[in-house]
């Protein structure tokens, strides 16, 4: 059988642990009989990162910027445990958060839904995409632990030397302040994204935020996505059949509970970050979560939404058997050989990822799945695998189609 041939080469952001291990099963039994694979390989295990001085991240995120679409294994963010077990020189950013720095993105996380793993809300039928704004707030912060009594004030210093300045609190004793901040700029372009993506799959819009409480900060959010709403997309969203709508977030909350699905929910990045988590998990797993950043350039960078499975790591370091799902880091490469053969017309490469999407979904559909799965599905006499076999089961299924 002939390879299927590429034109770019995809951006290759390798991982960590027991992902790390999945990656090299994925491409030796999935991908690279079938592929002509190009790459540009760059290895962001903690090891490399640390070696590197992180460089590596900064590289692997300008190389997304020049060829436009990545596909990325989950890294570990180091805390202090981490220190001593890789030894490190310094307790180095989360990748992630470089990378989405650098790509002032928006996350897209989508469930993959099977038959036979329902979601734990039963009134939902179809995915609920969840859409961070990856940039800012909480995740850009200052703190300050205040020792003792006195006044904390927010002063803002224009480039002409005028200052806006206000009390934040007046403190008897000791205390924590925190300053965050995000740009009209990247507030806009995520709401392109989302508004672009509601259209790209014909799905109704919903962005929530707190704006009562948060008369500025939230408010800014909510106008910004109005005004762009009403200059640039009402009436393709009319023509498309879908809607947008803006509420406060306790309500979007109620509101998703009671919904039956198929539309995208706008986050701010920190409802995002908690908001995915609960989605996910409630459509069944975290490995069953596919996630995807999109730059307002239009650079995309797929990864799985879960991390890198720890504990199933050092099992398998001990030689005991792991039965690890690699669906979510499947579905990264597929989306990622999807958007390269689009960008690249490239049909047999977007086939291709159709049909390792389609494969992954029958061989579950048949019975044939993860601990992790099994535990939860709805079907009767399911086999479990390990990690390598269920690889090995969608392989099969694969050459069958
Ligand atoms: P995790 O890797 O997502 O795993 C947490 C638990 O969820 C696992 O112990 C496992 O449960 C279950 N799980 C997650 N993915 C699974 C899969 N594919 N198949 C089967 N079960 C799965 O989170 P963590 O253990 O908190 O974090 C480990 C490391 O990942 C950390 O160093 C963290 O920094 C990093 N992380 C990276 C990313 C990323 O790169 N995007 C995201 C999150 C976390 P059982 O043990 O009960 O089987
Ligand atoms: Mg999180």
Known sequence: ?????????????????????????????????????????????????NETNDQVTIDSAEATKKY???VKCATITPNAARMTEYNLKEMWKSPNGTIRAALD????????VVKGIEPCVKNWKKPI?????AYGDVYKNVEIKVPSAGKAELVFTAEDGTEMRETIHNFAGPGVIQGMHNTDKSITSFARACFNYALDTKQDLWFATKDTISKKYD???????????????????????IEYFYTLIDDAVARVMKAS???IWACKNYDGDVMSDMVSSAFGSLAMMTSVLVSPSGVYEYEAAHGTVQRHYYKYLKGEETSTNSVATIFAWTGALRKRGELDQIPALQEFAD???????????????????ALI???????????EDFIKAIRKTLEAM
């Open 261 to 263: 699905g198929g539309f």
């Open 377 to 387: 599905t709805s079907l009767q006499n399911v086999t479990v695998l390990n990690s």
């Open 68 to 70: 436009g679409v990545a």
């Open 105 to 112: 993105g928006t996350v897209f996380r989508a469930p993959i």
């Open 355 to 373: 049909k390792l999407e389609k494969a992954t979904i029958a061989t579950i559909e048949s019975g044939s799945m993860t601990k992790d799965l």
């Open 129 to 133: 995409t969840l859409a961070r704004h």
């Open 219 to 241: 408010h800014d959010f909510k106008d910004i996505f109005q005004d762009l709403y009403e200059k640039e997309y009402k009436e393709q969203f009319e023509a498309a059949g």
């Open 1 to 49: 059988m002939e390879k299927i041939q590429m034109i770019t080469p995809l951006v290759e952001m390798d991982g960590d642990e027991m992902t790390r291990i999945l990656w090299k099963m994925i491409k030796d039994e999935l991908l690279l009989p079938f592929i002509d694979l190009k790459t540009e390989y760059y290895d962001l295990g903690l090891e490399y990162r």
